[in-house]
């Protein structure tokens, strides 16, 4: 009854790795997205505070080079201009310092703009990792 019951086990626990492995391998082709919140310190609201979504797709195996010797490396022969994306989403927030000081209200302000950023992109059927 026990070598049943260890059996049983066995086959139970190596289902449950196939299994496991299965959504590993899938997980590995899922699509990411980098939103990016930048929240200016700048006082008298001179600053440029903004979430950016960019609406471009990158390969960066193009801007990529591999170094063979330690020193030699090709990145000269890669023009930054090419890297740049032209397609973004901006959303503008209030800057966090005034004239007086740190601004609670342009803190919570901001909160709530990127909460609602996140939330329209949860039901756009992102996931948040």
């Known amino acids: 009854m026990k070598k049943i019951l260890l059996s049983a086990a066995l086959v139970a626990a190596f289902c449950l790795n196939l299994k496991a492995q299965e959504v590993s391998s899938q997980a590995s082709f899922s699509e990411f997205k980098i939103i990016t919140v930048v929240e200016s310190i700048v006082p008298m609201g001179l600053g ?3 979430i950016i979504d960019s609406q471009t ?8 080079t591999e170094r063979t010797d330690g020193k030699t490396s090709k990145q000269k022969e890669i023009d930054r201009a090419d890297i740049k ?3 973004l989403e901006e ?3 209030l800057n966090f310092f005034s004239a007086t000081g ?6 919570a302000s901001n909160d709530a703009v990127i909460a609602s950023k996140i939330n329209s992109m ?7 990792t």
């Open 48 to 50: 440029r505070s903004r």
């Open 57 to 64: 797709q990158v390969d960066a195996s193009m801007f990529t």
């Open 85 to 87: 994306v032209n397609e």
């Open 91 to 93: 959303t503008k927030l």
């Open 102 to 107: 740190i601004n609670f209200q342009n803190i």
């Open 122 to 128: 949860l039901a756009q059927g992102w996931k948040l």
